[in-house]
């Protein structure tokens, strides 16, 4: 069977996974398991002397099972899987995705490093940025989506610090304002302060996205960071992160994850392979039920502005899209008239939308960015990014849009 022909969809009921290893079980059991049996003592020195790099592969040869903070059936299998969608050539799957996030941050970067991050991001990854790497001396620069490839260039040379530049990271679309963030303009100032002495890393997180909606890779990234609790895991029931980059960076990321010890254990591996064998179809039926739910809220009354993929007009928003994307995506934010208490009169109401943070979930979830996942952000900062007391933040999920409709327009009502 030929599986280069075929789509990643079909692939993640079997790939990597051979029944007859596990006594024609058709799917992969969890493999409950600190540790694995050497068949003789020169396979268990074989096995270490490739998991601590002391050796390079033979032809053909793959690291074999050793202890499972090193590596899990559960955990390769969907690492393998993983890769299929953005055509990654290695997966680190994570326990968070602020795990991930933090471990990619940590490896390619030391003390006295300069990071370029766009802004806004997820709350946690700001704080990680704004607090903790500050602690280790590490300088950060943020941008908007609206500054220019020269404005961005001009402020790293401004800080004096332009030679110790080693990581630029972007979210995009920017949570939770959907602004588009050009990753081919971001790979081009990685390629113009990149030199032989010190490579500059770009990261990007693809959350928000997941993996079918937009692939990083492919547009310059190095390294495609998820929140892999979102619409991969996209049942609200287990916690993960994921790494994807290429074999020499995953190397590098995988070690210090072996160091870390936050790997994804084989629970949550098994967790996240049944997942995926419904991933597309979840994804689809979200991105449809929220180009509805966008065109409902943009002709409400009550509603000043709708932040959807859908809606853009600028020109060069619209070139950005139609290059990164496939799809609007199912994440939708709104400015309602008025401010804080209107915008929590409508929380309130809500019924079948559940008031909670997190997203793509088979359930549509509603927040409020600004006193909770962006609460950290300073307030002067907020207000550049439009992250304001009247902005609400929607995950749709794969309930029947006019029900979701329904909701919506009652807990308006009640506002009214």
Not at 47 to 52: H, K, V
Not at 212 to 232: C, M
Not at 277 to 305: C, G, I, S, Y
Request: hydrophobic residues 40%; charged residues 25%.
């Amino acid at each position: 069977m030929d599986y280069k022909s075929m789509k990643p969809e079909s692939l993640m009921m079997s790939y990597g996974y051979k029944p007859s290893l596990s006594e024609g079980a058709i799917k992969c059991p969890i493999f409950q398991t600190s540790t694995f049996v050497f068949n003789s003592a020169m396979e268990g020195k074989r096995f270490f002397e490739l998991a601590y790099g002391l050796r390079e592969k033979d032809k053909g040869e793959e690291l074999g099972l050793i202890y499972s903070r090193l590596n899990n059936p559960d955990l390769e299998i969907l690492e393998n899987r993983l890769c299929l969608w953005d055509e990654a050539e290695d997966c680190a799957v994570f326990e968070s995705g602020m795990s991930a996030i933090s471990t990619a941050l940590m490896e390619f970067m030391k003390p006295g490093d300069l990071l370029l991050y766009s802004r806004p991001v997820y709350g946690g990854t700001d704080h990680f940025i704004n607090h903790f790497l500050k602690k280790l001396n590490i300088l950060s620069i943020g941008f908007h989506a609206t500054d220019s490839k020269e404005q961005i260039i001009e402020k790293i040379n401004n800080s004096g610090r332009a030679d110790q530049l080693t990581m630029i990271h972007i979210e995009t679309p920017a949570n939770p304002t959907n602004a588009l963030i050009d990753i081919r303009m971001c790979a081009q100032i990685k390629q113009h302060f990149t030199t032989d002495e010190k490579p500059v890393i770009l990261s990007v997180d693809n959350t928000y996205m997941g993996p079918i909606w937009q692939h990083p890779l492919k547009h310059g990234a190095d390294l495609v960071l998820y929140s892999a609790t979102k619409y991969i895991g996209g049942h609200s029931d287990v916690i993960a992160g994921a790494c994807l980059g290429s074999n020499e960076l995953m190397a590098r990321v995988k070690g210090l994850r072996t160091f870390l010890g936050n790997m994804a254990g084989p629970w949550t591996g098994w967790l996240l392979m049944r997942s995926l064998e419904t991933l597309k179809v979840r994804m689809d039926e979200q991105a449809r039920n929220a180009a509805e739910v966008a065109k409902f809220l943009q002709n409400h009354p009550l509603v000043e502005k709708v932040y959807y993929l859908g809606f853009i007009v600028e020109e060069k928003e619209k070139e950005i899209f139609n290059r990164q994307y496939s799809s609007s995506g199912a994440m939708i934010s709104f400015d309602i008239n008025g401010g804080e208490k209107q915008a929590f009169k409508f929380l309130d109401s809500l019924k079948l939308i559940k008031l909670a943070v997190s997203l793509g979930g088979t359930e549509s979830l509603a927040e409020h960015p600004q006193t909770m996942t962006h609460a950290d952000v300073p307030m002067e900062d907020k207000q550049v990014m439009h992250i304001s007391e009247k902005l609400i933040r929607l995950s749709v999920g794969v309930e029947n849009y006019h029900d979701l409709i329904t909701d919506i327009k009652q807990a308006l009502d009640q506002v009214n």
